[in-house]
């Protein structure tokens, strides 16, 4: 649906301009969507690297499982991004995301830091758990704009990884507060 608005040119005629109530044509919301879409494609494919370096680190079986399961839903969250750009007629294209980049930084600090064992699980869930809740903040921000926008395609691929996100939030707290949480305390008691 497109509505007219009448605005000033810069030699101050009046025009005619479309605005858009939804659909795909070019607007500022879209823009930012654009932006943000390219932001959390950055961030996922560089999880994709990052995740492996805590696998490696982590001690815990049941956090390896966790985070081995959310490499794989990682992958499909990639090829998913791939999928709305392809939807909106855009070349799939990341843009370096500043945020996602100190959080895995964030992360390889705190595993430096830590001594193997329950602490550096700890930590670990400390930084993954950083991750999520910015990924949720992000596709629950882009799932908004692409229903304001009509994109409904798109919504329904954005919803499916934030679902995706939110369980993978709830896993590491089932992990940490099942046993190595208890266990990276009584470290510090001996």
């Known amino acids: ?48 690297k990052a995740i492996p370096k805590m696998i490696k680190n982590a001690t815990s079986t049941e956090l390896v ?11 499909q969250q990639v090829e998913r991004l791939v999928e709305v750009f392809t939807i909106i007629d855009k ?9 996602m980049d100190g959080l895995i930084k964030e992360a390889g600090e705190i595993m430096e830091f830590c001594e193997a ?5 700890a930590g670990i869930i400390s930084a993954a758990q950083k991750v999520e809740h910015y990924e949720i903040a992000s596709y629950g921000t882009l799932r908004q704009f692409a229903s304001t926008l009509g994109l409904s395609d798109v919504v ?24 190595i949480n208890v266990e990276a305390a009584e470290m510090e008691m001996a």
């Open 156 to 179: 329904s691929l954005l919803e499916t990884t934030l679902e995706e996100e939110k369980e993978a939030d709830a896993r590491l707290t089932e992990v940490a507060e099942s046993a």
């Open 1 to 48: 649906m497109q509505n007219k608005k009448n605005t000033i040119s810069a030699n101050g005629t009046q025009e005619k301009e479309n605005a858009t109530n939804g659909g795909m044509q070019s607007s500022q919301l879209m823009k930012l969507f654009e932006n943000e879409l390219k932001d959390i494609f950055w961030a996922e494919k560089a999880l994709t």
């Open 117 to 121: 064992g329950a602490m550096c699980d």
């Open 91 to 99: 070349k799939a294209i990341a843009k370096k995301c500043e945020a």
């Open 65 to 75: 499982e966790a985070l081995t399961a959310h490499l794989e839903e990682t992958k």
